[in-house]
T-cell receptor, first 112, second 108 residues
Framework: KAGVTQTPRYLIKTRGQQVTLSCSPI?????VSWYQQTPGQGLQFLFEYFSETQRNKGNFPGRFSGRQFSNSRSEMNVSTLELGDSALYLC???????????FGPGTRLTVL | EDQVTQSPEALRLQEGESSSLNCSYT??????LFWYRQDPGKGPEFLFT???AGEEKEKERLKATLTKKESFLHITAPKPEDSATYLCAAHNFNKFYFGSGTKLNVKP
């Protein structure tokens, strides 16, 4: 069974630009969550989707947004990038909202 | 306040020197306690899920246990390849709560 895939794996952007990250969950999984991981803050929850609906949202500014499609694939978008947005962005999928989450390899975003 | 605290932050062991990592939680309505292993630059890899106090699960040199207030990840006779950051997470009906992790370094 294929695992969670994230694209792209690496991304370099400049301040003020916007970026879109993609996540394909494990086949059959309907819930996707997004996390930001930095050395100083650890894993910070961004948002969670189930059946194309955002079910939960973390404490991030409105520049961070996401969506989920009917095939459970998910995208997150960050607009007006800031230097502090440099991080590893992780996507996790689970069968339902409170099952074990399985993580993808992450997208490393560097903002210059 | 619902939260998960892991200790120690970092742990250095000699190969073969057994030890335990701690995960304390104050999450109301706990539905599950999870352990993950994360290698640098990679996504966390799922290890165990524990659902009720007294439950234990084992995988190779790792054993996870759960009480009503904390979970332990016991590492028996570790090898250098066990070096990684170990994360625990607790979830209730609302969300997942992740600890900040324990960075384990096993020296040969």
């Amino acid at each position: 069974k294929a695992g969670v895939t994230q694209t792209p794996r690496y991304l370099i952007k400049t301040r003020g630009q916007q970026v879109t990250l993609s996540c394909s969950p494990i086949s059959g999984h309907r819930s996707v969550s997004w996390y930001q991981q930095t050395p100083g803050q650890g894993l910070q929850f961004l948002f969670e989707y189930f059946s194309e609906t955002q079910r939960n949202k973390g404490n991030f500014p409105g520049r961070f947004s996401g969506r989920q499609f009917s095939n459970s694939r998910s995208e997150m978008n960050v607009s007006t990038l800031e230097l502090g947005d440099s991080a590893l962005y992780l996507c996790a999928s689970s069968f339902t909202l409170r099952d074990t989450q399985y993580f993808g390899p992450g997208t490393r975003l560097t903002v210059l | 306040e619902d939260q998960v605290t892991q200790s120690p932050e970092a742990l250095r062991l000699q190969e073969g020197e057994s030890s335990s990592l701690n995960c304390s939680y104050t999450v109301s309505g706990l539905r599950g306690l999870f352990w993950y292993r994360q290698d640098p630059g990679k996504g966390p890899e799922f290890l165990f899920t524990l659902y009720s106090a007294g439950e234990e699960k084992e995988k190779e040199r790792l054993k996870a246990t759960l009480t009503k207030k904390e979970s332990f990840l016991h590492i028996t006779a570790p090898k250098p390849e066990d070096s990684a950051t170990y994360l625990c997470a607790a979830h209730n009906f609302n969300k997942f709560y992740f600890g900040s992790g324990t960075k384990l370094n096993v020296k040969p």
